[in-house]
Nanobody, 120 residues
Framework: VQLQASGGGLVQAGGSLRLSCLASGNIFSISDMGWYRQAPGKQREKVALIGSGGLTDYADSMKGRFTISRDNDKKTVDLQMNSLKPEDTAVYFC???????????????WGQGTLVTVSS
């Protein structure tokens, strides 16, 4: 299973970016999909999660600014980020909880990360 994240870059404060993550490989099913981020010198933190039925969960500081969505057929999870702030600067990682086969255990898979830099 591979996760390919894209969409990061440099943006001014108040701007927007859209991150996308594509899952590929032997995937039987995906339950949760999500985004995390890690700023320099800080621990990785949850940004947003979305379940297979579309139920979402956001970190408090992202509510109202970020929107997570998924396409189950395409095996993608997107993160629309609006009203970006300098403190949103971080490497953003996508993660899925997936089974490779019907009989396999569900496990986590992480993407390689994409850098988002918000200038003031």
């Amino acid at each position: 299973v591979q996760l390919q994240a894209s969409g990061g870059g440099l943006v001014q404060a108040g701007g927007s970016l859209r991150l996308s993550c594509l899952a590929s490989g032997n995937i039987f099913s995906i339950s949760d999909m999500g985004w995390y981020r890690q700023a320099p010198g800080k621990q990785r933190e949850k940004v947003a999660l979305i379940g297979s039925g579309g139920l979402t969960d956001y970190a408090d500081s992202m509510k109202g600014r970020f929107t997570i969505s998924r396409d189950n057929d395409k095996k993608t999870v997107d993160l629309q980020m609006n009203s970006l702030k300098p403190e949103d600067t971080a490497v953003y990682f996508c993660k899925i909880q997936a089974r490779r086969t019907m009989f396999a255990s569900s496990r986590q898979y992480w993407g390689q990360g994409t850098l988002v830099t918000v200038s003031s």
